[in-house]
């Protein structure tokens, strides 16, 4: 159990991190984008497809990072029932629930980005494949659920 207990925190800890890490992004990500075009993909400072590329990265970035931002709530949320030792709850299928259908709607996001810039393609699938692992998880969560209130129904 104490393993448990130190793989939970060690988990909310790297949520938090990411939380920091995300709000670093929304306020440098353009500008980091911006560097990394210009300094290792050779585009021009001021060319045309440079602003198209910004464009369409804060068009995708920032309505996924309000995305990435409600994923890391419900996984803070999550944990922190794992570390009280309430696992098989609704509250827990929300939550999986809830990230499940974040990820489909980056998915969504980045797929329309990818038309413009190919590597959202490689995001859209990754996010759809976590989606979908994610649903299945949560049928299996939601099932355990229903066991457990079956279970303490039973004498």
């Known amino acids: 159990m104490v393993k448990n207990k130190t793989s939970v925190k060690i988990s909310i800890g790297?949520?938090?991190?990411?939380?920091?890490?995300l709000l670093a992004l929304a306020a440098f990500g353009p500008a980091i984008f911006e560097l990394y075009m210009t300094a290792y993909r050779g585009f021009s400072a001021t060319g045309k497809a440079l602003?198209?590329?910004?464009?369409?990265?804060?068009?995708?970035?920032?309505?996924?990072a309000v995305f990435a931002a409600v994923i890391l709530h419900s996984l803070l949320k999550l944990l922190f029932n794992i570390k009280n030792e309430k696992i098989f709850i609704p509250q827990n299928t929300n939550c999986l629930r809830t990230v499940s259908w974040c990820c489909f709607a980056i998915a969504v996001i980045t797929f329309?980005?990818?038309?413009?810039?190919?590597?959202?393609?490689?995001?859209?699938?990754?996010?759809g494949f976590t989606g979908m692992l994610l649903r299945v998880l949560k049928n299996v969560m939601q099932s355990a659920?229903?066991?457990?209130?079956?279970n303490d129904l039973t004498i």
């Open 14 to 21: 790297v949520c938090i991190a990411l939380a920091v890490i």
């Open 51 to 64: 602003i198209m590329l910004k464009k369409v990265f804060g068009l995708c970035f920032y309505p996924s």
């Open 145 to 150: 659920v229903e066991l457990r209130e079956e």
């Open 112 to 127: 329309a980005g990818g038309f413009f810039y190919m590597p959202f393609m490689f995001v859209a699938a990754a996010g």
